[in-house]
């Protein structure tokens, strides 16, 4: 099961925000999506990615905020405010289509990431996480 494309367990239709939209309505589609990522794509080309952004991203966001001795309140409406595209991680991993999913479990824990972007040439086609590797890994 570990030599098979990642294709054939991704999600083949990942969510995706365009990079204008605020922290605070991101959080709520993770939330209520239960994913620890999202894809984070340009406002006028959702082919486009500009990023990715994660629960640990908005962790770290949340921590900083509430790490300020005074103004927790309103540093944390500050952060519900910030752009995703101004808060994604850029520096993006991603896997092709054809990529084994053998490869995927190897990138995820050498580079402790849990959300990956698929690509068919330059096209973002699906997104592959944790829960997905770790079904077929342990089948």
Same mark, same amino acid.
């Given at each position: 099961?570990?030599?098979?494309?990642?294709?054939?367990?991704?999600?083949?239709?990942?969510? $995706?925000?365009?990079?204008?939209?605020? @922290?605070?309505?991101?959080?709520?589609?993770?939330?209520?999506?239960?994913?620890? *990522?999202?894809?984070?794509? =340009?406002? +006028?080309?959702?082919? =486009?990615?500009?990023?990715? #952004?994660?629960?640990?991203?908005?962790?770290?966001?949340?921590?900083?905020?509430?790490?300020?001795?005074?103004? $927790?309140? &309103?540093?944390? $409406?500050? @952060?519900?405010?910030? $752009?995703?595209?101004?808060? %994604?991680?850029?520096?993006?991993?991603?896997?092709?289509?054809?990529?084994? /999913?053998?490869? %995927?479990? %190897?990138?995820?824990?050498?580079?402790?990431?849990?959300?990956?972007?698929?690509?068919?040439?330059? =096209? /973002?086609?699906?997104?592959? *996480? =944790?829960? +997905? /590797? #770790? &079904?077929? %890994?342990?089948?």
């Amino acid at each position: 099961m570990l030599e098979i494309p990642i294709e054939n367990i991704m999600s083949d239709h990942p969510i $995706k925000i365009k990079e204008n939209i605020r @922290i605070g309505s991101v959080a709520h589609l993770l939330l209520r999506h239960q994913i620890s *990522g999202i894809l984070v794509v =340009k406002k +006028d080309n959702e082919n =486009k990615l500009v990023g990715i #952004l994660t629960t640990t991203d908005l962790l770290r966001l949340v921590n900083q905020a509430l790490s300020q001795k005074k103004q $927790k309140i &309103n540093a944390l $409406k500050k @952060i519900s405010g910030l $752009k995703a595209g101004d808060v %994604a991680s850029k520096r993006v991993i991603s896997l092709q289509k054809d990529d084994k /999913v053998m490869k %995927a479990i %190897a990138i995820m824990h050498r580079k402790n990431v849990h959300t990956i972007p698929i690509f068919d040439g330059q =096209k /973002v086609i699906g997104v592959i *996480g =944790k829960h +997905d /590797v #770790l &079904n077929v %890994a342990l089948l």
